[in-house]
């Protein structure tokens, strides 16, 4: 079963309009971590953000916000304003405390911005 | 700089040829692993390690060798490399994840093709 499931395989926007990401993950452990790269069209994967299961506070970083809800296990992930630089692929991650820190990720959501 | 390093970047070889894949961090991590990503799938975690002579199996380890002689070095092996074997590769490495506000630094990839 996937552990981590962003069921989005690929969105395109028109630039300013605002986009989440969907991200599921399933776990058993109560202590895990929740984290979000994005991988431009050049290739590298650049983190985002982290969040541990005990800290359910939404994050606000600029136009990126996060939501996290144990509730529903999402972790999802909106864009604000969107911009042409936002133009990549999103990965959602979870790391598990009990496996000893395996990670497990998503399939990836492909964002694309039109000017 | 902090960076994590691979080498190579590009590799096309032939089955069955034994080939390593090099990774070195100069932050003092003590966590590395390695991952490949094949289109549809995402990133799929092979090996990691906690510390020096620490090495765990992740999703995919099968037909992977690793070693963690150094705490700055993870190289990857692939003692007979197959066709099904061939992606893009990414090294990373990190504190312990446990660690508040740790992300995972990741290489630049490398490509390799098994002919």
């Known amino acids: 079963a996937q552990k981590v499931t962003q069921a989005q395989t690929e969105i395109s926007v028109v630039e300013k309009e605002d986009v989440t990401l969907d991200c599921v993950y399933e776990?058993?452990?109560?202590?895990?971590?929740l984290f979000w790269y994005k991988q431009p069209p050049s290739g590298e994967l650049v983190f985002l953000i982290r969040?541990?299961?005990?800290?359910?506070q939404n994050e606000i970083s600029g136009r990126y916000s996060w939501n996290f809800q144990k509730s529903t296990s999402s972790f999802n992930f909106t864009i604000t304003a969107s911009q042409v630089v936002d133009s990549a692929v999103y990965f959602c991650?979870?790391?598990?405390?009990?496996?000893?820190?395996?990670?497990?990720f998503g399939t990836g959501t492909s964002l694309t911005v039109i000017p | 700089e902090a960076q994590v390093t691979q080498n190579p970047r590009y590799l096309i070889t032939v089955t069955g040829k034994k080939l390593t894949v090099t990774c070195s961090q100069n932050?003092?991590?003590?966590?590395m692993s390695w991952y490949r990503q094949d289109p549809g799938l995402g990133l799929r975690q092979i090996y990691y390690?906690?510390?020096?002579?620490?090495?765990d199996k992740g999703d995919v380890p099968e037909g992977y060798k690793v070693s963690r002689k150094e705490k700055r070095n993870f190289p990857l092996i692939l003692e007979s490399p197959s066709p099904n074997q061939t992606s893009l590769y990414f090294c990373?490495?990190?504190?312990?994840?446990?660690?508040?506000?740790?992300?995972?630094?990741f290489g630049d990839g490398t490509r390799l093709s098994i002919l």
């Open positions: 990373a490495s990190s504190k312990i994840p446990g660690q508040r506000n740790q992300p995972q630094h």
């Open positions: 969040r541990n299961s005990f800290d359910e």
């Open positions: 390690s906690m510390n020096v002579e620490v090495t």
């Open positions: 991650a979870l790391s598990e405390m009990n496996t000893g820190n395996q990670f497990y």
């Open positions: 932050m003092n991590h003590e966590y």
């Open positions: 776990t058993r452990d109560t202590t895990y971590y």
